[in-house]
């Protein structure tokens, strides 16, 4: 069973946006940070922008990639802004969160989501 579900990749024109989602499906406390990754065919998988539950953010374009964390909804989101056709890729969370077990008793965990296209074309 899929830990985080990942969503929101597709197809868009160059110059415009997309918002990429990933939603835990367990019981979770917490979410303590997010790591945005992406792969490109045959190069490595890169990290393009953090955001910790505090809101402090670290990206490699600020302007272009964002996000946040909702810790009641269970997901994190990367804003993408400006599209260009070099960033299509296969986009990756990676999610630091407090999961919450039967007994409850928490336990921090950390989990990639699957994986959605961005195919940035005219």
């Known amino acids: 069973q899929a830990q985080l579900v990942e969503s929101g990749g597709g197809l868009v024109q160059p110059g415009g946006s997309l918002t990429l989602s990933c939603t835990a499906t367990?019981?979770?406390?917490?979410?303590?940070?997010v790591y945005w990754y992406r792969q490109a065919p045959g190069q490595e998988r890169n990290l393009i922008a953090s955001i910790q539950n505090d809101g402090r953010l670290n990206s490699k374009e600020p302007a272009r990639f964002a996000g946040s964390i909702d810790t009641a909804k269970k997901t994190v989101y990367l804003n993408m802004h400006n599209l260009k056709p070099e960033d299509t890729a296969v986009y990756y969370c990676?999610?630091?969160?407090?999961?919450?077990?039967?007994?409850?008793?928490?336990?921090?965990?950390?989990?990639w989501g699957q994986g959605t296209q961005v195919t940035v074309s005219s």
């Open positions: 367990e019981k979770i406390s917490t979410i303590y940070a």
């Open positions: 990676n999610v630091d969160l407090m999961r919450v077990l039967d007994d409850g008793r928490g336990q921090r965990k950390e989990y």
